[in-house]
């Protein structure tokens, strides 16, 4: 396919910067989606939390004595993760809000795929590392698991009903087309 050189700008704004403008979300994907949300803003809190006593690791579960010691400014380093707990809760917000719909499809689905990604190793970590006892299941354990678990199932709701959402329609793609 050859272009001409002066239709390859609005190409590229047809293709490239067209905003994704999704089909509104329904009940269940917003529960979804504000599950996500509150999930990442608790992260952000542990985070502000573990970085106002100075170490690194999670409440409950701090980094060992050799891993604290490799930071210089650990405050600083669980500060940094807050701010990345903030944007994490900004990425799935955007797929259900009326600015989000004016962001292009692809570069939301790049941001969503990647903290949806993310959250997943975190949540599966979170898993991993419950100390879940079944004879004497402790409290803190049990959150972890529920908490871990809905957070999964969360994510990829919110990545899968955006990407169904957002879909171009027919009619968008023939005109799209020089």
């Given at each position: 396919?050859?272009?001409?050189?002066?239709?390859?700008?609005?190409?590229?704004?047809?293709?490239?910067?067209?905003?994704?403008?999704?089909?509104?979300?329904?009940?269940?994907?917003?529960?979804?989606?504000?599950?996500?949300?509150?999930?990442?803003?608790?992260?952000?809190?542990?985070?502000?939390?573990?970085?106002?006593?100075?170490?690194?690791?999670?409440?409950?579960?701090?980094?060992?004595?050799?891993?604290?010691?490799?930071?210089?400014?650990?405050?600083?380093?669980?500060?940094?993760?807050?701010?990345?707990?903030?944007?994490?809760?900004?990425?799935?917000?955007?797929?259900?809000?009326r600015?989000?719909a004016?962001?292009?499809?692809?570069?939301?689905?790049?941001?969503?795929?990647?903290?949806?990604?993310?959250?997943?190793?975190?949540?599966?970590?979170?898993l991993?590392?419950?100390?879940?006892?079944?004879?004497?299941?402790?409290?803190?354990?049990?959150?972890?698991?529920?908490?871990?678990?809905?957070?999964?199932?969360?994510?990829?709701?919110?990545?899968?009903?955006?990407?169904?959402?957002?879909?171009?329609?027919?009619?968008?793609?023939?005109?799209?087309?020089?």
């Open positions: 396919m050859r272009v001409a050189p002066t239709a390859l700008m609005p190409l590229i704004r047809r293709t490239l910067l067209r905003p994704a403008r999704p089909v509104p979300a329904g009940f269940r994907v917003r529960v979804a989606v504000w599950l996500t949300v509150a999930g990442s803003l608790v992260y952000a809190g542990q985070k502000v939390y573990m970085a106002a006593r100075g170490e690194v690791g999670m409440p409950g579960h701090p980094a060992p004595a050799h891993v604290q010691a490799q930071f210089e400014h650990p405050g600083l380093a669980q500060a940094g993760n807050a701010a990345l707990g903030l944007v994490a809760a900004l990425v799935p917000w955007s797929t259900i809000t600015w989000g004016r962001v292009p499809r692809w570069a939301l689905l790049c941001a969503l795929a990647t903290a949806a990604v993310l959250q997943l190793l975190g949540a599966l970590i979170t991993q590392r419950a100390d879940l006892d079944l004879a004497h299941p402790g409290w803190g354990s049990v959150y972890e698991v529920v908490t871990g678990g809905v957070g999964i199932a969360a994510w990829i709701v919110v990545l899968v009903s955006y990407c169904l959402r957002s879909r171009p329609r027919a009619g968008v793609v023939a005109e799209a087309r020089p």
